[in-house]
């Protein structure tokens, strides 16, 4: 654990100094406690070849940290009567194709959709590799792909995370609200959160006001990659934005002139149920697109982090201690990331009082017989590619970690 800066000066150059020894371009920064957004700024530059300065109120693609707007949509109409968690997706849209070999006997629910216990392997390279500025619509983007939404075992046993299940929720929305899903996020989250310049495409106005996202030499730029299903990766938002996203989930709910959603939804949204782990008393890993962790020194966080090509996101917040913190970078450099995460985290809870962690259980030899060996991860995230997972996790398993992405 690194020693806290003791102030937001010292604290933003130790920042400034990480961004410049990995060549990340700009940071847009964010530390939010109970009275609100205590500092949003930005460092560095937005443009490298223009020299445009980055500054609180510039957009950065904030990944897979869009997802929570599709589970926040999905709790809100369950607050309205509208939806049920439990409901399996087949009922809800029959148009959307999926492939569940036990569908007749274990169907795909909603709560699976965003607990990534679908069983689906992650996406196919044909959607990762789609960028049409059109842009497509849900429904357009769903198809490009559908067998990629095959599951590999049984529903609700094993996560692995997802990138397709939180778009379908969306699809749900869609059908249920007859509203467009982006339209539907941004009146009834967005604006009342505090967040207007948040966008999930491209304007000309989101345009202007967008970091540019760079290879690891902090010089050459990726184009703009118009992700095939937007609710799972293609939110823009500034870390001003970000800050009262945060401090919505700090306050329980409260947007700038009322509540929003109730604590109960987002108590929900932040523990996990779906999984055999889950179920049987486990209580970190993914609730609906918001994950549970618990770090070195005890405290248990919920969030979720974001990657595209060229940038990297963590919004994280502790709701007993009701503070939190958001970075992100326009630079794919994982090792910055982590640096800039463990500065902010330090900073954030210099002052609390360290969790009391429980005493260790002992085990009866016998028991421990039976577990003794060495494990790999079955619940590859990327069926092609599982068995790279195995090697790695095999050959290296003190660097086998899980990556909430």
Excluded at 27 to 43: E, K, N, P
Excluded at 204 to 218: E, I, K, P, V
Excluded at 273 to 288: M, N
């Amino acid at each position: 654990m690194i020693a806290p800066a003791k102030s937001v000066s010292e604290l933003k150059q130790r920042i400034t100094k990480i961004l410049e020894e990995h060549n990340v371009p700009a940071a847009g920064l964010a530390i939010v406690y109970a009275d609100g957004v205590v500092w949003a700024d930005g460092i560095g530059k937005a443009d490298v070849e223009t020299g445009r300065e980055v500054t609180s109120d510039t957009l950065f693609r904030i990944g897979s940290i869009s997802k929570t707007f599709a589970a926040l949509a999905a709790l809100k109409l369950v607050e309205e009567g509208r939806l049920r968690l439990e409901t399996p997706v087949r009922d809800l849209v029959p148009e959307v194709q999926f492939f569940n070999p036990w569908e007749s006997n274990n169907p795909i629910r909603v709560v699976q959709l965003l607990e990534h216990t679908t069983g689906w392997g992650d996406w196919h390279m044909k959607e990762y590799a789609s960028s049409d500025p059109k842009p497509l619509t849900l429904a357009e983007g769903l198809a490009v792909c559908p067998e990629s939404r095959t599951s590999r075992w049984p529903p609700g046993t094993r996560m692995s995370y997802c990138n397709s299940g939180p778009a379908v929720v969306a699809a749900i929305v869609e059908k249920i609200t007859r509203q467009r899903f982006e339209d539907y996020v941004t009146t009834n989250f967005f604006r009342p959160i505090g967040m207007p310049t948040a966008d999930y495409l491209l304007s000309m106005q989101t345009a202007a006001s967008l970091a540019r996202q760079y290879h690891d030499d902090g010089r050459t730029p990726y184009p703009y990659w118009h992700i095939v299903l937007r609710p799972a990766g293609s939110v823009n938002a500034s870390a001003r934005e970000m800050g009262q996203y945060l401090k919505f989930f700090i306050r329980r709910g409260q947007g700038l002139k009322g509540r929003i959603i109730s604590e109960r939804s987002l108590v929900r949204m932040e523990t996990p149920a779906s999984y055999w782990g889950a179920q049987g008393g486990l209580k970190t890993g993914y609730g609906l697109c918001n994950y549970t962790i618990l770090d070195d020194l005890g405290f248990v966080w919920h969030g979720h982090n974001g990657g595209v090509d060229g940038g990297l996101s963590e919004m994280a917040y502790l709701t007993e201690s009701r503070t939190g913190y958001f970075y992100s970078i326009n630079s794919g450099d994982g090792e910055a990331a982590a640096q800039i995460g463990s500065e902010l985290k330090a900073f954030v809870t210099r002052d609390l009082p360290k969790p009391a962690l429980p005493a260790a259980v002992p085990i009866s030899p016998i028991l421990a017989k039976d577990y003794h060996g060495w494990y790999r991860s079955d619940s590859p995230r990327s069926q092609s590619t599982a068995w790279l997972e195995s090697l790695f996790s095999c050959s290296m398993p003190h660097l086998s970690r899980t990556n909430f992405s």
